[in-house]
């Protein structure tokens, strides 16, 4: 990400006159007219790592969450995660199930069975919701689960509320983005 999109995603109704890209543009119209932009679900720079091999949704959710001015990290594919979480430690992890070479569930396992990672929020992102599989995501450790396409005007709740049930020795409360829940209301 450039100097100016971290810069102006760290400001709240930051304005993003002196870069004119296609990122900084979107993150005007998002910070102008998303509901949810001025709600304050961030906590302040909290680390969040994003692993999706779609390049849209990989940069959607990016955007998104640097808007809230969480500090964003993104990976591709397991190999990528797990060279990024040497030197990264985030507080919540976006997983997309279906990842070329070790998929999201192997990944998840292997975070989840190390010592000094397994205290990560894990929240599995799939397109192919099938019955069973949200008991599979949780048995491999996932915290919580989202089905695509992700609701960009629920996603910073959801992620607040995950992130407000840290610590956690036991799993946090889970949801799925399509359920009733409102983790944004009353905050």
């Not at 990264?88 to 990842?99: E, T």
């Not at 990944?107 to 990672?117: E, F, Y």
Request: proline share 5%; with cysteine.
């Amino acid at each position: 990400m450039r100097s100016c999109h971290v810069m102006a995603a760290r400001r709240k109704n930051a304005q993003f006159n002196s870069c004119h890209c296609c990122v900084c543009l979107l993150m005007l119209i998002l910070s102008l007219c998303v509901p949810w932009a001025s709600k304050g679900y961030a906590m302040a720079g909290e680390p969040i790592l994003i692993v999706d091999d779609n390049p849209v949704n990989l940069k959607l959710a990016r955007l998104l969450l640097a808007v809230e001015g969480y500090d964003v990290r993104a990976a591709t594919d397991a190999e990528e995660a797990l060279q990024i979480l040497q030197t990264f430690v985030p507080c919540l992890i976006l997983m997309d199930l279906q990842l070329p070479g070790m998929d999201g569930l192997t990944l998840t396992r292997r975070l989840k069975a190390d010592p000094a990672l397994q205290h990560i929020q894990i929240l599995a992102l799939t397109a192919y919701a099938m019955k069973g599989d949200k008991e599979k995501v949780l048995d491999a450790g996932c915290d919580g689960y989202l089905s695509k396409p992700i609701d960009t005007r629920a996603l910073p709740g959801i992620i607040a509320h995950h992130l407000g049930n840290r610590p956690t020795h036991e799993r946090a409360h889970e949801f799925d983005s399509q359920g009733s829940d409102d983790p944004g209301r009353g905050r």
